[in-house]
């Protein structure tokens, strides 16, 4: 096992418990309110679902300042294993003792989640252990309105690359087989990729390039607490685009001759998304993209094609808003190729996408405002297969044979010679 000691604490772990089978890391940060509960559920979890195998608990804090840590150690009780560490690289310390420890699954879970259950530790951990799967990606129970940068963007783009139904959650709960665990800790990028643009994308192109068994959990309902979390949009997508458009970069090779999408299993019983009546405004997205059309046109010259651009410019002015799919395909793929031919503009590109997605969102809820759950879904899978059609188009621009490049000054687009 090619397993790096990056952390003398997990090698202390490591001979302190010897050997543990099921591993569940919380990293957490200033989660005093909600951390106990979390804590003592998955406790109760590995005793009730699986009591035949040794377990522990492996808490990483990056430097809270209340009193996460006492309520955490507040939550054990007997003779349950817990490991408490103050150190950063939360998750890769995690793996590192689970690695140590010869888990054969590690779950992570959320530290500010207020619906977990100990059947969450069920899902998430059995399809590892008795299906031989690598990587068991969350399902929850939403509204229709909610998940949107998964389903507009995150989801159609790694079915569209990597030829999997599989959906990635963004900041979701999610376990591990020792294999996938041992490549993770195999790979250099952690130190560039994980802190600036988080795991969860960056684990589940990993899998699914390299061809490991994933599969979807369904966990219920999820509600965590808001407190502390930024509500950051422009940060979440220039995070979410920019793991997205780095690994497309790693793995061009994979994602260009992939086909599919095949069917990633499902385990447990999901349910329909809820279609209760809720309000919501659009206007102020749609303000929002007209105000990225007048702020940004800088930047969208140089990140998108002179066809794209000028549709988003009658899109600004379409009279009723709408905000078409073939429009959204070639706005992000011209972001990819963007990010992919100009380096040292990448956090421009990627920021650059707020106002477009504003501008996307806003129309697609207004679409989907009095469908019903099953219309919903065909709508999301409508928009799949619409990536998944213009997927040649994609590989010709990424691959510079594209009819449009960019002139050397000045932003402006030229039509290359024939």
Known sequence: MNVNGFFPAAQHAGEFLRQAELVVGIASHNNASTIRGVVRTVFDGLGQYFPQFTSVVVHV??????????????????????????????????????????????????????????????????PVLFAHIDLVAPEYHRHKFDGAITHQLVYPMTRMLYGSTLRPQVGGEFAMSRRLIERLLSRPDWEEHVPEYGPDIWIATIALAEKFAVCQSFLGQRAHDAQGRRNDLVGTLRRVTGSLFTMMLEWERIWQCRSGPRAAPHFGCPMEMSVEPRPVD????????????????????????????????????????????????????????????????????????????????????????????????ARVEQLCFSFEKAKPDLIRQWNGHSTLKEAPRHGRYVSSPA
């Open 61 to 126: 804090d990056a430097g809270s300042t209340d009193n996460t840590r006492q309520e955490v150690l507040a939550a054990r009780a007997g003779e349950e294993h817990l490991l408490t560490f103050g150190e950063g690289a939360s998750l890769r310390l995690i793996l590192d003792v689970a690695a140590r420890l010869g888990a054969r699954a590690c779950a992570i879970v959320n530290p500010d989640v207020r619906s977990i259950s100990p059947a969450w530790v069920d899902s998430l951990v059995r």
């Open 282 to 377: 659009v206007e102020p997205m749609i303000a929002a993209f007209r105000q990225g059309a007048r702020d940004l046109e800088d930047v969208w010259r140089i990140a998108l094609s002179r066809t794209t651009l000028g549709a988003v410019r009658k899109t600004v002015n379409s009279n009723p808003f709408e905000f078409r799919d073939d429009l959204w395909v070639r706005v992000i793929f011209d972001l990819a190729c963007a990010f992919k031919d100009h380096p040292w503009r990448r956090e421009h590109v990627t920021s650059s996408l707020a106002p477009l997605y504003m501008g996307r969102l806003a129309s697609f809820l207004r679409e989907i405002e009095a469908m019903p759950a099953e219309e919903v879904a």
